[in-house]
């Protein structure tokens, strides 16, 4: 249950999400419309659309699987190649990882809640 980085080489790393959270990436978007991704994941490809917005933070839709690592890349609502610069380099290719989110209460027994997993904090 661990959401580790792997250390994929030319791939920003965009962080940790609860696997059945919206996956809000970091990246704000730079034109207004639709976004198309596609998806590597435990050797599986697929690939979907999210409509995003100038300014917003970009969501993905979360079709992922708890505790993967899941490797895309995608095109501008224009058609070109999505990138973004971080740090004097310009990425194509960006990274995720989900992580299995638990919560348990238990009032009969006193157990304490608990939760592990990874939040998305962006607008």
């Keep these: 249950m661990s959401c ?4 994929i080489t030319g791939a920003l790393d965009l962080g940790c999400f609860g696997h059945c959270n ?7 978007a730079t034109q207004t419309g639709v ?3 596609n ?3 435990r050797g599986m490809a697929f690939s979907n ?4 917005t100038i300014g917003n933070n970009i969501h993905l839709n979360n079709v992922f ?9 995608g095109k501008f609502p224009d058609g070109t190649t999505f990138t973004f610069d971080s740090g004097g380099v310009t ?3 960006f990274q995720i990882r989900t992580k299995i989110k638990i919560h348990a209460v238990n009032e009969n027994y006193g157990a304490t809640s608990y939760q592990i997993g ?3 904090t962006c607008v």
């Design 22 to 28: 919206e996956v809000c990436i970091p990246i704000p």
């Design 4 to 7: 580790e980085n792997k250390n």
């Design 118 to 120: 990874c939040e998305c």
């Design 39 to 41: 998806y590597e994941c």
């Design 49 to 52: 659309k999210v409509y995003a």
């Design 65 to 73: 699987n708890e505790n993967s690592q899941i490797i895309f890349s």
């Design 91 to 93: 990425y194509d290719t």
């Design 35 to 37: 976004y198309f991704f």
